[in-house]
């Protein structure tokens, strides 16, 4: 391939100058490097395997049958050993993954002989079944608690399709006003509302509904917000508020933050007539960090926690000395 520049042709002759042929050479497009230019051979495919794999998984090593490996055709780990692909080895000659290998024996046990993973380990294991792509374990593990239960309240959670949006904006308003305060927690304010317009004594719902006998321009005459700074609601399901509630403190805890919540009262607030908005509201605080997760072992062996409230026992004992020796 000769590549083509603006220059005009050279027209010198022989004498000390290049030839049209010699300058062609030159500009030739160098030839892709063979594995001896490379410096090293290229493994030749297919690749075979041993009937008997060592592994070495992110370090933590395992052996079984080839046959294991690719006992369902679909998957990752069956398409790595079926010969159309390099895998590198390590020092020891073990075929290396480049994956953190500490739940890589559960799914090999499932490969072996179907066996699940204990409860306390199904997330776990169903990440790693998720990156080999096994799709039976993914299946079996979908059915099994908390994985079942979790779909479960996923579809209640469907109902509200903003609820991402508000969790992430009630973990900003609280970092935000931490980092304001220089405090360690925040407070804010959360409306939490099932139904979707206020109820008064002199009306109830209709039997096995969650809404009320109004037209649409009735309920326009109840809209407003709340003066909070999250809203949740309503929804139509048989989950309540309390059921809300669990999924906030639960998805703010999976961020490693400490959640309490209180019911402060009510919105309160007159709409029209004798109407009024008896929507809940609840304070969240949110805690950023406590006070044994910053403490480190010190020269004696002791943890700064430790020493802290021993020094505020002592503390006590003195006052409460002092205090029965003023008295005597």
């Given amino acids: 391939m000769v590549v083509v520049t603006g220059r005009e042709p050279d027209s010198r002759r022989p004498d000390g100058a290049m030839s049209s042929s010699d ?104 990440k790693e079944a998720q990156y080999y792509a096994i799709g039976p374990l993914l299946e079996q ?41 220089k405090a360690r927690f925040a407070k804010l304010k959360v409306c939490v509302f099932k139904e979707e317009m206020p109820i008064t004594p002199y009306e109830c ?10 037209s649409e321009s009735d309920g326009q005459l109840f809209e407003h917000h709340c003066e909070v700074d999250v809203s949740f609601g309503p929804w139509e399901a048989v989950a309540d508020v309390y059921d809300l509630l669990h999924c906030l403190v639960t998805d703010l805890s999976a961020q490693g933050l400490i959640v309490d919540h209180q019911c402060i009262g009510v919105c309160d607030k007159h709409l029209i007539n004798h109407y009024y908005c008896k929507r809940p509201i609840y304070e969240f605080k949110i805690t950023w960090w406590i006070f044994w997760e910053l403490s480190e072992p010190c020269a004696s062996g002791w943890s700064g926690d430790i020493i802290f409230l021993f020094w505020v026992a002592c503390w006590r004992t003195r006052r409460m000395t002092f205090a029965n020796h003023k008295v005597g």
Avoid: C
């Avoid at 719902?205 to 109004?214: G, K, V």
């Fill in 141 to 181: 593990l979908e059915n099994m608690q908390p994985l079942k239960g979790e779909k479960v309240r996923q579809a209640f959670l469907g109902l509200m399709p903003y609820y991402k949006d508000h969790l992430e904006r009630i973990v900003e308003i609280a970092r935000l006003r931490a980092v304001q305060r």
């Fill in 23 to 126: 300058a062609e050479d030159d500009f030739l497009e160098p030839a892709t490097p063979t594995a001896t230019q490379a410096g090293h051979a290229l493994p030749l495919l297919p690749q075979e395997f041993p009937e008997v794999v060592p592994l070495n998984i992110g370090g933590a090593h395992f052996t079984t049958r080839l046959s294991t490996l690719r006992r369902y055709e679909d998957t990752m780990l069956a398409a790595m050993f079926s010969g159309r692909h390099y895998i590198p080895t390590d020092a020891e000659g073990r075929y290396f993954i480049d994956r953190d290998g500490t739940h890589f024996g559960d799914v090999l046990n499932f490969l072996r002989s179907g066996d699940l993973p204990p409860r306390e380990r199904v997330r776990a294991v169903y």
């Fill in 205 to 214: 719902p209709l039997l096995n509904s969650l809404r009320f006998e109004r």
